[in-house]
């Protein structure tokens, strides 16, 4: 019985000995199963609070990704971002004899 295309339950301990890096930042290693780029800008964001019965305007600095804006609020345009959030999968994975992906 054939169980390709098919969803199996395993457990044990997965092997790789393939390179694996992200090729903009230059980031990697041997023995990775995966790298997750998170690109985040540090903007200036709009806050308000009461005072003395007064809502009263400042603003912070907060660490940012693309999808944490709210509409109108977003100093820094994402489409000028020279980077982007990326995953890289080792597709040299092995679980026992197996090789997954």
């Excluded at 985040?40 to 019965?53: G, H, I, P, Q, S």
Aim: charged content about 30%; hydrophobic content about 35%.
């Amino acid at each position: 019985m054939s169980m390709n295309n098919k969803l199996v339950h395993a457990s044990g301990e997965t092997l790789t000995t393939a390179h694996l890096n992200d090729p903009i930042c230059g980031v990697g290693a041997n023995e990775l199963i995966k790298i997750e780029r998170k690109v985040e800008v540090l903007e200036w964001r709009r806050k308000t609070k009461k005072e003395n019965d007064q809502e009263v305007e400042y603003y912070e600095l907060e660490w940012v990704s693309h999808n944490s804006s709210v509409e109108g609020e977003r100093y820094n345009d994402p489409t000028n971002w020279i980077l982007e959030n990326e995953t890289f999968y080792n597709e040299m994975v092995f679980l026992g004899g197996f090789r997954i992906n």
